[in-house]
């Protein structure tokens, strides 16, 4: 299996500007994560799907995050409009048990 | 809520070994999970303890006391590439897919 696979691994973009991040899961898993990562903040989970359906989105920090998981293979986090605080690296994972989850590699956000 | 304490940062030398504390307090329990992270790397499963005692995956070891709400990694024969940060992390009742993450102890492995 290939792993958690997103996309892209590195952007780099300009305040104001719309972001879409994109994460496939391993095949099979049910629930996908997504995750930002600061060395301020530590390891924040934004938002996790199971079955497709969002469970918890409580950790999402405001109106300009969205995510969505049209189907079982495929997951996009969305900045709109980005702002320079937002830089970080956004994680996403996905578990076929709950206490094992695999990460992807992540991306790298620069909003400048 | 839930919330995990582990100490910010361990240093040791090549062939030592180290143990890595984590306490939690958690309205409802249902196991203690290690992740280790490279820098610029992602999080990496290493184990999962839902019952007390030790559990051995080679050079890699995890302990669990419920009853003390208190588990630790413990890394033997170190190497230079066991460099990396290590984070608990235990599961959020009453959504058990959640996982809450430690801050994190980060390792410095000397030669």
């Known amino acids: 299996d290939a792993g958690v696979i997103q996309s892209p691994r590195h952007e780099v973009t300009e305040m104001g500007q719309e972001v879409t991040l994109r994460c496939k899961p391993i095949s099979g898993h049910n629930s996908l994560f997504w995750y930002r990562q600061t060395m301020m903040r530590g390891l924040e989970l934004l938002i996790y799907?199971?079955?497709?359906?969002?469970?918890?989105d409580s950790g999402m920090p405001e109106d300009r995050f969205s995510a969505k998981m049209p189907n079982a293979s495929f997951s996009t986090l969305k900045i709109q409009p980005s702002e320079p605080r937002d830089s970080a690296v956004y994680f996403c994972?996905?578990?076929?048990?709950?206490?094992?989850?695999?990460f992807g590699p992540g991306t790298r956000l620069t909003v400048l | 809520g839930q919330s995990l304490e582990q100490p910010s940062e361990v240093t040791a030398v090549e062939g030592a070994i180290v143990q890595i504390n984590c306490t939690y307090q958690t309205s409802g329990f249902y196991g203690l999970s290690w992740y280790q992270q490279h820098d610029g790397g992602a999080p990496t499963f290493l184990s999962y303890n839902a019952l007390d005692g030790l559990e051995e995956t080679g050079r890699f070891s995890s302990f669990l006391s419920r009853s003390d709400s208190y588990g630790y990694l413990l890394l033997q024969e170190l190497q230079m590439k066991d460099s990396a940060s290590y984070f608990c992390a235990v599961r959020d009742p009453p959504n058990t897919d959640k996982l809450i993450f430690g801050t994190g102890t980060r390792l410095q492995v000397f030669p």
């Open positions: 994972a996905s578990s076929g048990l709950a206490d094992t989850q695999y």
């Open positions: 799907f199971n079955n497709n359906v969002p469970i918890d």
